[in-house]
Every structure is written in structure tokens, then in C-alpha cells.
């Protein structure tokens, strides 16, 4: 009876360390390829930015779209980082974030859960976020408080004074 209580628990402990970690995410990529909301209807740029790497490599860029109808996008082209337990997209209220507490501080809105570590992918950006506050788009994994990468966004007035 000993052996079969100490084998449970020991299978509980092993089930939830592989929920918590997900090691299986190391080694598994999710590739997106979601069309550009563009494709359908004519889109204003209202920012852009190049992603650059924080606690995981990440690269690829991330532009703020706005439709005819007003509808505000954040998609991210050309987009690769690690993969990992519940890795979020954030728009942080900083200009940048190069570490975790910037996000943590800063506060931000979290735009979902990221669809793929690999790959072209959209997400909806509510009306009432304010893109003169929240200034700098996050990959973030909420499981371990931990910033990916993130893409300082410019206006294009912005983008030319940096050049």
C-alpha cells in the first residue's frame, strides 16, 4: 500500500513540474501564416518596430494597422522566438522594454495568447488603448514573468528622426 501512495504522489509531482515547465515546448515550434488584414480592405501604418531580443532570441517586426472601418491590428511579419508555456502578446505603456520589470511597472494590455513562436500572425487592438501611452509591443510569458523580446513602435515621423 506504501509503494502505491509514494507512486502516485511521485506521478502527481512529475504530471504537474511537466504542466508548469511544458518541456515539450523547447523543442515543438507552432508556425502561423495568418493573412495580413490588409488583404481585404485598405490599412493606415500607425506604428512600427523591429523586435529585438530580451530573456529568449526574438526578431521579426510588429506593425500597428488601422482599417477604413477604424479597426486597430498589431501584426507581427517575419516573427521568430522560443516557445514556451503561456507566452502572451503585450502592448507595454513605455517607449521600450529591454527587461522584465520594465514590463512588470510600466503595466501593459494584453493583446491574447501568442498564436505561434514562428510565423505572420494578427492581433486585435481594442479601441480604448490609447497608442500614445502603450508604446511598445511584448512577447511575455506569464507562466514565469518573463519578457521574450519586445519592438519599440514608431509613427513614421518618429521612425525618420531616428535615422
Request: hydrophobic share 40%.
Amino acid at each position: 500500500m506504501k509503494k502505491l501512495v509514494i507512486t502516485l504522489v511521485v506521478a502527481a509531482i512529475v504530471s504537474a513540474a511537466w504542466y508548469a515547465f511544458r518541456p515539450d515546448r523547447l523543442f515543438i515550434n507552432q508556425r502561423v501564416n495568418e493573412q495580413s488584414p490588409t488583404v481585404a480592405t485598405s490599412a493606415t501604418t500607425l506604428a512600427k518596430g523591429q523586435f529585438h531580443s530580451g530573456a529568449h532570441e526574438t526578431k521579426g517586426t510588429a506593425t500597428i494597422l488601422q482599417s477604413t472601418s477604424g479597426q486597430r491590428t498589431l501584426r507581427l511579419t517575419g516573427f521568430e522566438t522560443s516557445n514556451g508555456p503561456d507566452v502572451h502578446v503585450y502592448l507595454v505603456a513605455a517607449p521600450d522594454a529591454k527587461d522584465s520589470d520594465t514590463v512588470k511597472n510600466a503595466g501593459y494590455v494584453d493583446l491574447g495568447s501568442m498564436k505561434g513562436n514562428i510565423g505572420d500572425q494578427n492581433y486585435d487592438v481594442p479601441s480604448n488603448v490609447d497608442l500614445g501611452k502603450y508604446q511598445a509591443a511584448t512577447i511575455w510569458c506569464a507562466r514565469f514573468s518573463v519578457n521574450f523580446g519586445t519592438a519599440p513602435l514608431m509613427n513614421d515621423s518618429m521612425q525618420s528622426m531616428t535615422r
